[in-house]
């Protein structure tokens, strides 16, 4: 059974840091893996999908990694901002016997302080 | 349209009571999920349809549940004789299906705040 473990569960930083949240995997057999933003009593937005062949995606100052093999992934942002306090998913989709899913961490809480 | 839209956005049911919730998908999108996000935690899966079939309905937790999608678009998830422990949010995502490019990852709507008092 895929399991998804996000680290830290909460993290407080001043404005202007660079910040690495982690992903981690039980089971390599991934198709793709997806990184979400959740503000409070919001839904989930997308932020990048990095597909299973890929090694990382880029966008704007967002950059996620992929290492499939080790099952872990990383959302690296640079120069927070505090209108980046949020919660941040990651999930990887995952398919068996014609269905698939989103199987999901539990997040991590971001704070970026003015 | 633009995006996945949900409705009710927040409902407050009395215990025992049913109720439906309601799913709008983007246009085009054959495939379409549920999810269940309680307080602080990740969301968990539910149901699958791709057009009108339900693939897989392992995640509903208990035979309240009920989902149908049956003209391939609006999706509807029913919770009969609902129980405190139903209260969470239920999230709704549509994607264009099997694919491999930055279009083919699940959009989600705002969800349902589910209450049971």
């Known amino acids: 059974k895929q399991e998804v473990t996000q680290i830290p569960a909460a993290l407080s930083v001043p404005e202007g840091e660079n910040l690495v949240l982690n992903c981690s995997f039980t089971d390599s057999a991934i198709y793709n893996l997806q990184w979400f933003r959740q503000d409070p009593g919001k839904g989930l937005t997308s932020l990048l999908l990095?597909?299973?062949?890929?090694r990382e995606q880029t966008s704007g100052r967002l950059n996620a990694s992929l290492d499939k093999s080790s099952g872990r992934s990383t959302l690296y942002i640079a120069a927070s901002q505090p209108g980046d306090s949020a919660t941040y998913l990651c999930a990887v989709r995952v398919t068996q016997g014609g269905s698939e899913k989103l199987v999901f961490g539990k997040g991590t809480k971001l704070t970026v302080n003015p | 349209g633009a995006g996945v839209s949900q409705s009710p956005r927040y409902k407050v049911a009395k215990r025992g009571q049913d109720v439906a919730l309601r799913c709008d998908p983007i246009s085009g999108h054959v495939s379409l999920f549920w999810y269940q996000q309680a307080l602080g935690q990740g969301p968990e899966f539910l149901t699958y349809?791709?057009?009108?079939?339900?693939l897989d309905k392992s995640g509903l937790p208990s035979d309240r549940f009920f989902a149908e999608r049956p003209e391939g678009s609006v999706s509807t998830l029913k919770i009969q004789r609902t129980q405190q422990e139903d209260s969470a949010v239920y999230l709704c995502a549509s994607s264009r299906g099997w694919g491999r490019g930055p279009n083919y990852g699940y959009t989600f709507g705002s969800g349902t705040r589910l209450t049971v008092v």
């Open positions: 349809f791709q057009n009108e079939a339900q």
């Open positions: 990095i597909q299973s062949s890929q």
